[in-house]
């Protein structure tokens, strides 16, 4: 896979597709530059090169979220809000280009001298950059001679800036970010040749949005342990009463299938012995401890119990290899958090003995960065989405783009 260190960058205008989709508050600032921050060893290297960068990017959804007149609404999505910061990080001229293509911006990518930066308005003011157009692409296309795709945040979309425009470069032209090309690294150092034994953690809502990722987890880990909400449809399709808890009626087949196939491949699959359920779904409910067969028919299941916490704590310790998606319970609410937060320190401390953990998906990222144990884990992925489809097998196109 080609990289940003394979390619002649001086004095060459650099197109680089980055994630800067970051969080702003009611005064459009930034707080959380986790995405700008992690985009920076790319830039930086394109401007040590002697390349002029030209960077862009979506911000937010203004196409879903438009004005009442049906205009966009350019003053809460522009991304000239991080304009001053990207400076600050980079150290370099930053400049900006209200439309991210056009004769002006053309123009101004022109006049870029290297070790400059121009950003470029957001990509999603055009309805094209969702739908991969080609016309917006070859647009984009027309600003540089190199492409380079560091969002991988976003390279499970086949978008206009992130796959479709990489078709206007030749192959010796473009060529993955860092952080692009660290995150397929840490999913490959977990699929593909893993320290054994792998220990796969999986929680979060539905079983549905993890089915495939399950799949294919069966297959290449020795150990899975399920957590949330949908350790219960796996319960109630053994058998078990689960009370009010959440269940996907429709997933219990595939539930079984699941558990028939990790027999026959040796995969062990750990589900939850002992459940933490409250009288409402609400961080004030009453609560009790018991066996998660037999939730009481008013009662739901909200975090795992103090034996299952035990019992993943020993297989997650027992780990070369950690790949952690999705929460252990509802830890949103601090009643239902414990769970979570303990299997967040047993992989911090597994790390520490020696184990390489992958963290992947939001709410387990964002449980690790609230346990305080963001650099005592090997990698933490900041594409939810991207990272799950890529651990599901799939191809994603920002990665195919480049690699055609
Ligand atoms: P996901 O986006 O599928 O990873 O799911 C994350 C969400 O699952 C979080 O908002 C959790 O609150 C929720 N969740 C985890 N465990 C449970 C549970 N036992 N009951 C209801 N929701 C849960």
Same mark, same amino acid.
């Given at each position: 896979m080609?990289?940003?260190?394979?390619?002649?960058?001086?004095?060459?205008?650099?197109?680089?597709?980055?994630?800067?989709?970051?969080?702003?508050n009611a005064n459009y600032e930034i707080t959380d530059d986790t995405r700008m921050q992690k985009?920076?060893?790319?830039?930086?290297?394109?401007?040590? $090169?002697?390349?002029?960068?030209?960077?862009?990017?979506?911000?937010?959804?203004?196409q879903k979220k438009k004005n009442e007149d049906g205009t966009i609404n350019v003053?809460?999505?522009?991304?000239?809000?991080?304009?001053?910061?990207?400076?600050?990080?980079?150290?370099?001229?930053?400049?900006?280009?209200?439309?991210?293509?056009?004769?002006?911006?053309?123009?101004?990518?022109?006049?870029?001298?290297?070790?400059?930066?121009?950003?470029?308005?957001?990509?999603r003011f055009y309805a094209g950059?969702?739908?991969?157009?080609?016309?917006?692409?070859?647009?984009?296309?027309?600003?540089?001679?190199?492409?380079?795709?560091d969002a991988f945040g976003t390279a499970h979309r086949a978008h206009a800036s992130t796959a479709t425009v990489a078709q206007?470069?030749?192959?010796?032209?473009?060529?993955?970010?860092?952080?692009?090309?660290? $995150?397929?690294?840490?999913?490959?150092?977990?699929l593909k040749s893993p320290k054994r034994p792998v220990v796969a953690i999986v929680g979060g809502a539905k079983v549905s949005d993890k089915i495939k990722l399950l799949e294919k987890l069966i297959e290449v880990v020795n150990h899975v342990c399920i957590g949330g909400g949908m350790a219960y449809t796996f319960k109630k399709a053994l058998g078990g009463s689960i009370g009010q808890s959440l269940c996907e009626d429709e997933y219990m087949d595939?539930?079984?299938?699941?558990?028939?196939?990790?027999?026959?491949?040796?995969?062990?699959?750990?589900?939850p012995i002992d459940t933490l359920i409250a009288d409402d779904f609400n961080n004030e409910a009453n609560t009790d401890v018991v066996d998660t067969n037999h939730i009481p028919d008013d009662w739901q299941g909200l975090d795992i119990g103090p034996k299952t916490i035990e019992a993943f704590r020993k297989v997650v310790l027992g780990a070369q290899s950690i790949l952690w998606n999705g929460p252990m319970g509802v830890?949103?609410?601090?009643?239902?958090?414990?769970?979570?937060?303990?299997?967040?320190?047993?992989?911090?401390?597994a790390t520490q003995n020696g184990a390489y953990s992958l963290i992947g998906g939001g709410d387990s990222v964002a449980a690790i960065n609230k346990a305080g144990l963001s650099d005592k884990v090997s990698f933490i992925s900041t594409g939810?989405?991207?990272?799950?489809?890529?651990?599901?097998?799939?191809?994603?196109?920002?990665?195919?783009?480049?690699?055609?």
């Open positions: 080609r990289t940003i260190k394979d390619l002649d960058l001086n004095n060459k205008k650099v197109l680089v597709r980055v994630d800067f989709n970051v969080p702003l985009a920076m060893p790319t830039i930086k290297y394109l401007l040590s $090169e002697g390349a002029a960068v030209i960077l862009c990017s979506h911000l937010g959804r203004p003053k809460k999505y522009t991304l000239k809000h991080v304009v001053e910061h990207l400076a600050s990080l980079t150290g370099a001229e930053v400049q900006f280009a209200s439309d991210c293509v056009g004769g002006e911006t053309e123009l101004m990518a022109e006049r870029l001298e290297a070790g400059q930066i121009l950003l470029l308005e957001n990509t950059e969702s739908k991969g157009d080609l016309d917006l692409a070859i647009k984009l296309s027309r600003l540089a001679e190199i492409y380079v795709n206007y470069f030749k192959p010796e032209n473009k060529a993955l970010g860092f952080l692009m090309h660290s $995150e397929i690294e840490s999913a490959d150092k977990l595939l539930a079984l299938e699941i558990l028939a196939k990790a027999k026959d491949l040796g995969t062990e699959i750990h589900l830890f949103e609410m601090e009643t239902f958090a414990k769970g979570t937060n303990q299997i967040a320190l047993a992989v911090g401390e939810g989405g991207a990272m799950l489809e890529y651990l599901e097998g799939k191809v994603l196109p920002g990665i195919k783009a480049i690699s055609e």
